[in-house]
């Protein structure tokens, strides 16, 4: 089944929010992360909700972000229509409004957050209101995420020494001016490697937020960023209270390099020559009995290893969060 956009997207978001599940948004930059995620969403039946942010294009597009969005959609088209869960795209962490104008224009993605969350308040509301006009002028089937408060850490060009907590009633604030379809709430997590006993979450705070909301008739699903050093238990403590999408990104990069680095590690005496074999790569070890064993050097290998260790966290993740078994489109 192809990726869908916005309106499937939400109905999606609709069930999370009545059923109390969270939909695990995944950040990708190249394939083999993103295949990995299409098998392990299959395995478990859940939808899956793929994220890339301006770096991660500009990385699948030799330089070029727009060409890397092209790629990686086309690319995301014809795989998932090898399965039967939904798969969407969320263009994560958007902060330059002509770049979001060409995203519309190519109407790829199915949602795309705009970060103004480092600019003054006035300024935030500003910039995100114009991505909902945006998009509404084009009549794109696209949701609009939109962030208020600061999560301390670095994601992508954003840089946030310290974490701001967010207002509820300045929420409420924001997602009446803004008509945005998710708001991002910043409640103690952190952007890169954080551990959750580190982390000093505050559900009480989301939970205010989800109360404020809905008591002036704003039924809008809240988002978790920086969520990869937080455990099972505090997830579903989060979930509780209006947490529709769980940002995940670092755990990803880690499995993917630490899977890569055990396969060579252990058979690096085939891969890499001894001390005492001169290792002239340049005529591919011709003078020495030595050879290298492309059982184990051919990328394919280890990137059949990366895909199937990110299909299995993808599933925990997803069991956790509560998505699996729910797929809309099975």
């Known amino acids: ?80 229509d090898q399965y039967d869960v939904g798969v969407f795209l969320n263009m994560d962490h958007q902060t330059d409004l002509e770049t979001i104008r060409r995203q519309v ?61 967010t207002d509820p009633e300045q929420a409420v604030e924001f997602v009446d001016r803004t008509g945005c379809d998710l708001l991002a709430i910043s409640v103690g997590t952190q952007h890169g490697v954080a551990k959750g006993r580190d ?39 989060m979930l509780q209270h209006g947490i529709c999408k769980v940002n995940k990104d670092t755990r990803y990069q880690y499995e993917y390099t630490r899977t890569a680095f055990d396969l060579y590690r252990s058979h690096a005496d085939e891969i890499v020559p001894p001390d005492d074999v001169d290792a002239d790569r340049d005529t591919f070890f011709n003078d020495v009995a030595w050879s290298p064993n492309k059982d184990y050097f051919d990328p394919r290998v280890a990137g059949r290893q990366i895909r199937e260790r990110v299909a299995e966290v993808y599933a925990d993740l997803a069991t956790a969060a509560g998505s699996a078994g729910r797929s809309k489109f099975t």
């Open 1 to 80: 089944m192809s990726f869908h956009g916005g309106t499937e997207l939400a109905s999606v978001y609709d069930d999370a929010l009545e059923s109390g599940f969270g939909l695990i948004a995944s950040n990708i930059a190249e394939p083999n992360t993103m295949m990995g995620l299409m098998e392990g969403a299959s395995r478990v039946d859940s939808d899956l909700l793929l994220q890339m942010s301006n770096g991660a294009c500009t990385f699948a597009g030799n330089g070029d972000p727009i060409a890397g969005l092209q790629a990686m959609g086309t690319y995301i088209d014809l795989i998932a």
């Open 199 to 237: 982390i000093e979450l505050r559900p009480d705070l989301a939970a205010d937020i989800r109360t404020a909301l809905r008591d002036h008739g704003l039924d809008t699903p809240l988002v978790l960023h920086g969520s990869s050093g937080v455990q099972p238990d505090q997830l579903r403590q």
């Open 105 to 165: 224009e190519l109407g790829i993605p199915s949602s795309i957050m705009i970060d103004a969350s480092h600019e003054p308040f006035e300024e935030n509301v500003e910039r995100s209101r114009t991505v909902v006009e945006l998009i509404e002028d084009a009549d794109a089937d696209i949701l609009v995420e939109a962030e208020l408060g600061k999560i301390k850490g670095v994601e992508d060009e954003i840089v946030a020494e310290e974490a701001f907590y």
